[in-house]
């Protein structure tokens, strides 16, 4: 069975077909710079061939009609007929309360997610837009949306509720929401088949670290808190985003600085994190070789980022009454060992003990990290949220056909 798995962004549209049963990709893509000139495709068909090509991608609509053209091409493609696609999943950014788990989308569905906009304006539309558009290019086909959110469910009421006046969650549904699920769900399951245990009975600690970045604290399988909160905005220090902050600071800018609310949330989600600490990238490759040469800035901005990681590894320990694992994964988790070594220095008083070769020459690969004396286990595993995804949208619609 062939499953289209969909991952619709504010201007891009990354895709990939996934033969289930085998659970391998046949084919993936990504259009980029929707509604933009000089949009761009992206294609990995057979054989790892690779197809870039300008394309005109006025929408989403137009984005995956190009990816679906693509997938059917007599060399790079992956499928001969639109038919072969049983199943399409949806990344589903915000789902907030009312979806703890993976559904097929219906009308109601649609306007539930509608219903999470004001909770994710800058994703949620987007995922709808996705939605839509393929219930037009490929009519009938049954569609799954698997949210980012429904891991996280698990988290019990004093992990999620804010010391803010109770009636603002009854009222808003203000609480811990958190994201990146399908990642931290993903790099769980594989550690604990790598360490030949069952999940059930392990207490992990998942740090996806990339543009966005988040850390989980996983026990006997579920969720119980996580760093990202109401939005993706709360947490470790990000790319962009500032992470956590005193609410204070907010209005103490917007007084002395005379910012608007847009304004300020422009700041504090696209002009923080490590962009704004270095004033060199939000790519900490770049900031990284600018330490190298002795930048004094970007040594400080690699400080503070993983010393926020740090703290939220000790006191995900805390919280779980201790740790077997720790894993590290997303773009800068799986490939950058000097950030892994440094997030855990210091951590030796709970078990944590890196070896630095194995870490230096584990990079975009599966492998563990620690030393053979080390009390609790770190890998470096590559996420797969589209196999995640994939594998909701088969479970879904096997239930419907039963």
Do not use: W, Y
């Given at each position: 069975m062939k499953i289209l798995v969909l991952n619709c962004g504010s201007s891009s549209v990354k895709y990939e077909l996934i033969e289930i049963e085998k659970e391998s990709?046949?084919?993936?893509?990504?259009?980029?710079?929707?509604?933009?000139?000089?949009?761009?495709?992206?294609?990995?068909?057979?054989?790892?061939?690779?197809?870039?090509?300008?394309?005109?991608?006025?929408?989403?609509?137009?984005?995956?009609?190009?990816?679906?053209?693509?997938?059917?091409?007599?060399?790079?493609?992956?499928?001969?007929?639109?038919?072969?696609?049983?199943?399409?999943?949806?990344?589903?950014?915000?789902?907030?309360?009312?979806?703890?788990?993976?559904?097929?989308?219906?009308?109601?569905?649609?306007?539930?997610?509608?219903?999470?906009?004001?909770?994710?304006?800058?994703?949620?539309?987007?995922?709808?837009?996705?939605?839509?558009?393929?219930?037009?290019?490929?009519?009938?086909?049954?569609?799954v949306a698997v949210f980012d959110t429904a891991f996280h469910q698990t988290m019990p009421r004093h992990a999620y509720i804010y010391g803010l006046p109770y009636m603002q969650y009854r009222k808003y549904g203000i609480r811990r929401y958190g994201f990146h699920g399908t990642s931290h769900l993903y790099v769980s399951q594989r550690v604990a088949h790598l360490m030949g245990r069952p999940l059930v009975d392990l207490k992990v600690i998942t740090c996806h670290l990339g543009n966005g970045a988040s850390i989980a604290a996983i026990k006997g399988g579920v969720s119980i808190d996580t760093s990202m909160g109401f939005t993706p905005l709360e947490g470790l220090v990000m790319g962009t985003r500032c992470g956590d902050i005193d609410p204070a600071i907010v209005l103490y800018i917007m007084t002395n600085e005379g910012l608007s609310v847009n304004e300020v949330n422009t700041m504090l989600n696209f002009h923080s994190g490590l962009q704004g600490l270095s004033g060199i990238s939000s790519d900490m490759h770049d900031i990284l070789e600018e330490e190298k040469k002795g930048d004094e800035q970007a040594r400080l901005t690699i400080e503070i980022f993983t010393y926020r990681i740090k703290k939220y590894i000790a006191s995900y320990a805390g919280v779980m009454g201790g740790v077997d694992a720790i894993v590290f994964t997303a773009g800068i988790g799986e490939n950058v060992p000097k950030i892994r070594a440094l997030s855990c220095a210091g951590l030796e008083f709970l078990g944590v003990i890196i070896d630095k070769e194995k870490n230096e020459k584990t990079i975009k690969r599966e492998g563990e990290i620690s030393a053979p004396n080390s009390k609790v286990k770190v890998y470096c595993i590559p996420t797969n949220e589209e196999l995640v995804i994939a594998r909701d949208t088969y479970n879904v619609i096997s239930k419907r056909k039963k």
């Open positions: 990709a046949l084919a993936k893509g990504i259009v980029e710079r929707i509604g933009m000139s000089g949009a761009l495709l992206t294609h990995i068909g057979p054989e790892k061939k690779v197809l870039k090509s300008a394309v005109e991608a006025l929408d989403h609509r137009e984005a995956i009609r190009i990816a679906l053209d693509t997938l059917l091409h007599p060399e790079m493609g992956a499928i001969k007929d639109k038919k072969e696609i049983a199943a399409i999943g949806h990344r589903v950014v915000h789902g907030g309360e009312k979806f703890a788990a993976s559904v097929l989308i219906t009308e109601e569905v649609k306007e539930d997610i509608r219903d999470c906009i004001e909770l994710a304006p800058l994703h949620n539309p987007h995922n709808l837009r996705g939605i839509m558009a393929c219930e037009e290019l490929l009519p009938g086909v049954p569609q």
